[in-house]
């Protein structure tokens, strides 16, 4: 996709859907959002955007994106998945906000989070830290020009798993957390799972080691493994060095609907 937009249809309708996308191409090395432009219970128009200081004349980006249902669900094979949403306004100056799981996770735990509204029109994304069984913290971040003043209140959405495979139920899947290890210089993971295929992947920053607003960006995706790096803007300076950051993601086998019990 590109910052034109597209718009996408949806295979079923949502009560309350959780939105999560993430880029998984470097087809243009300036930075990215990808933004959710709007949605209903059966669309949603997503788009990229770069930061301020650029033209947003982006080249086209290869992006991944989930919709689910919120609530608790049990995916079979003991693979539980919960996803909710939340509305904040809460930028590095008002500090993070906490969630709580309500779901019984056992060990580790990985969460993607998605900003899932356009009420601001200015870059922003989330960022992550003290993720666990019980919950994590998350809050708004825009680009580092901008990121010391307020923001619109945005929804985000959210999504936990327990880390590790499966390939019960809905085909294989894998979600893994990489320890502070992810800086500017990149980092390859390999995955556990043989996929036949590059899955469909989802990266998303998990810690605040470095205090720069960034966002972890995924590549060169492909059945053996990705490429990921902790990637800074350039709005204020061009130094874009980043400190080792935890990445939690998760790859799924097929697209199309996953079935899921309540």
Same mark, same amino acid.
């Given at each position: ?69 919120? @609530? &608790?669900? %049990?995916? #079979? ?6 996803? $909710?949403?939340? !509305?904040?306004?809460? =930028?590095?100056? /008002? ?85 502070? @290890? &992810?800086? %500017?210089? #990149? ?6 799972? $043989?996929?036949? !295929?590059?899955?469909? =992947?989802?990266? /998303? ?58």
């Amino acid at each position: 996709i590109g910052v034109e937009g597209l718009i996408v249809a949806l295979e079923r309708s949502y009560i309350d859907p959780v939105i999560i996308l993430s880029i998984n191409s470097m087809n243009d090395d300036n930075p990215i959002a990808a933004r959710v432009r709007w949605n209903t219970s059966t669309q949603m128009e997503i788009m990229i955007q770069e930061t301020s200081e650029l033209d947003n004349l982006h080249a086209a980006e290869t992006v991944s994106w989930m919709v689910v249902e919120a @609530g &608790v669900w %049990d995916l #079979g094979g003991g693979v539980v998945l919960e996803a $909710d949403t939340l !509305d904040t306004n809460n =930028l590095a100056r /008002q500090g993070f906000e906490r969630v709580a799981h309500a779901a019984d996770f056992d060990g580790e735990v990985a969460t993607l989070s998605q900003v899932q509204s356009f009420t601001g029109t200015s870059f922003v994304r989330t960022r992550q830290r003290f993720g666990d069984e019980d919950g994590f913290q998350v809050m708004l971040e825009e680009e580092q020009a901008q990121n010391g003043g307020g923001h619109s209140t945005e929804t985000i959405g959210w999504v936990s798993m327990g880390a590790g495979a499966t390939t019960a139920g809905n085909g294989a899947l894998e979600v893994g957390k990489i320890a502070p @290890g &992810v800086s %500017d210089d #990149g980092h390859l993971q390999a995955f556990d799972v $043989d996929f036949d !295929d590059a899955p469909i =992947l989802f990266t /998303q920053m998990a810690g605040r080691y470095g205090v720069d607003p960034a966002a972890a960006r995924a590549f060169d995706v492909t059945a053996d493994g990705f490429s990921v790096i902790a990637e800074e803007d350039a709005s204020v300076d061009a130094e874009t060095d980043h400190a080792r950051e935890i990445v939690d993601w998760f790859a799924f086998e097929e697209d199309g609907l996953i079935y899921a019990r309540a």
